[in-house]
Each structure stands twice: as C-alpha cells, then as structure tokens.
C-alpha cells in the first residue's frame, strides 16, 4: 500500500472512522490478504448484518492473552488491526454466515464508541512504507519468499507442487503478507509482523522465520524417514 492510500484523505474507512471489530483468537489478519470466517455468535451475526447495510467493512483485531476470562463480555484486543472487506456473503439457513473478508488497510483502533451487541470503535488508518516492485533486488527477494513459502506450504498439506506461486506480477506487499499471515508461529509473533510499519524489515523478518520454519520441518522430515528406514530393515 503507497503512502497516499493511507493518507487522511484515502476513502477506505467510512464517515467518521467507525468500524465493527470482529476480536479473535489466534487470528492476525493482515491488508491484501483473504480471510474466510464461519460467523454464529449472535452478537457477531448481527455485526455482519448491519455491517452489509453500510460499506460492509469489519476490522479484525488478535485477543489480548487472557481473553478466556471474559470472552462473553468485551475482553481486551491489540489496537492494531486490519479493516476488510465482505465478500462471497453465504446467509444460512439457521442465521449464521459464511463470508471472504478480503484485506484493506492496518488501523489503529481506539475509542470504543459503542459496546452492545458488539463493540465499534473509532479507527485511524496506518500507512506502510516500502516495498518499490520495479526494485530488481527486490523482486528477487520477493521470489524467494515465495519459494519459501510455497515449500513450507507443500511440506505441511501434502499440496505437491501447488503451493508454489512464482510469479513476479504478484505485488510484493501481497507476497510478504501473505507469507506473514500463513506463518505457523505464535500469534503474538504474527501481531507483531502486523504492528512492523516498514515492509521491507516486515519482509526480512518474515523470511527469516520461514526459513528457520522450513528448515525445522525438513529436518524432522528427514528424521523421521530415518527412523522408518531403520524399523524397515529392523
């Protein structure tokens, strides 16, 4: 995302900056990503409802640790965010949905302007810097996240070949956030990816811990081949 989409003047966040927040466990959701939700707490139903009324935006926001203690009430979440985007709306018959929230923009989340049903707070959007695609140097770094990526992918579905995408005309913020939101770390690492402004240090971040990732799973890979050779022949 250029400097200008986050501007002041950028158009994302509807009048007045109020958005529903959709808080989550284990989920960091981040810009130009896809995230499918099964939506069924009422209050939660509702927000989708009245959310499609208007712009049909929801930002997403990880539950601070702790939340178990007062899920049913308004347990704390990190401020920063991602807004997205309802797509693919699948209304069930018992009330609940099915949705695609497609990423925007990182906000900071605010005043709480509203706590019932569920909570709306005032929202300031958070610009990343970095990330020139015409960059030969960058371009590569890109590919090579998307190798990694797709790898580790292959190696943790049983995928094959699917899981690799190279392809240069994807956007290298796509790339980086896309490989952050997929990463198997922690939560609390994948929040503070999210909280990195700079996708350049978000990037070199990222493919360091997908490296360090894939290494691991390799090796346990190779040992457990290893160990099953062994009882073969045993």
Sequence with gaps: MSGAEGSPESRILPAGNLVPVFPLPNVVFFPRTVLPLHVFEPRYRAMVRDATQGAGLIAVSLLRPGW????????????????????DLEPLPDGKFNL?????????????????PYRTVRAKEIP????????????????????SHGCLVRELTDRGGQGIVLDERIPFDTAVNGACANLPVDPAVRQALLEESDLLRRHAKAAAMLNEVLERVLRLKSLRGSDEGDNSVN
Excluded: Q, W
């Excluded at 695609?100 to 019932?116: I, M, P, Y």
């Excluded at 990330?131 to 190798?147: C, H, I, N, V, Y």
């Design 68 to 87: 178990e203690e007062d899920y049913e009430g308004n347990p704390p979440f990190h401020s920063v965010a991602t807004v997205g985007r309802i797509e």
């Design 128 to 147: 990343e810097a970095g990330g020139d695609d015409a960059s030969p140097a960058l371009r590569a770094a890109k590919l090579d996240l998307l190798a």
């Design 100 to 116: 695609r929230l497609v990423g925007l923009v990182r906000v900071e989340l605010g005043e709480v302007v509203r706590d019932r």
